[in-house]
């Protein structure tokens, strides 16, 4: 039986552990390096407006899922269900050598740039197989004045 209190326990199935919204994200030697992270609110000057998104996530694989080919889906959809952006990939990790079956955090990151039409609710969706989607809400607001 595990606890889920215990975030070092493999979970059931693979997920994704962390989902934020930032201005630029990379992973370089397996470490996830994020600028501008964890703002929800879009205000530019006027509309139609570019919005510098970048998606960063980590995904836990569970020990007895190393080597299992898996299909993550990312999007940003908005409040009508319309996709603004979509980016379907496969993930498939190996077991470290030196693991005693722990999980796997595989980190990766997403840049995009997308217009903006005019004031909404967005939302990144982000889900690995048939699992559970892990959402962030952005709004993207009237200019001020």
């Known amino acids: 039986m595990t606890d889920p209190a215990d975030p070092f326990l493999a979970p059931e199935r693979t997920t994704v552990d962390l989902l934020v919204a930032a201005d630029f994200a990379e992973v370089v030697n397996g470490k996830l390096y994020v600028m501008g992270a964890?703002?929800?609110t879009f205000r530019p000057p006027v509309y139609p407006?570019?919005?510098?998104?970048?998606?960063?996530?980590?995904?836990r694989v569970?020990?007895?899922?190393?080597?299992?080919?898996?299909?993550?889906?990312?999007?940003?959809?908005?409040?009508?269900?319309?996709?603004?952006v979509?980016?379907?990939?496969?993930?498939?990790?190996?077991?470290?050598?030196?693991?005693?079956?722990?999980?796997?955090l595989v980190p990766l990151a997403v840049n995009a740039q997308v217009e903006i039409a005019g004031p909404r609710s967005?939302?990144?969706?982000?889900?690995?197989?048939?699992?559970?989607?892990?959402?962030?809400?952005?709004?993207?607001?009237?200019?001020?004045?």
């Open 122 to 145: 967005l939302e990144i969706v982000a889900r690995v197989d048939d699992g559970p989607a892990r959402r962030y809400p952005i709004r993207a607001l009237l200019p001020r004045g």
């Open 38 to 40: 964890a703002w929800e």
């Open 49 to 59: 407006a570019v919005m510098r998104l970048a998606i960063a996530l980590a995904v």
């Open 86 to 104: 979509r980016v379907d990939g496969n993930l498939e990790t190996a077991r470290p050598p030196d693991s005693r079956g722990d999980p796997i």
């Open 62 to 84: 569970p020990y007895l899922d190393a080597g299992v080919p898996h299909r993550i889906t990312l999007t940003l959809m908005d409040a009508d269900g319309a996709e603004l």
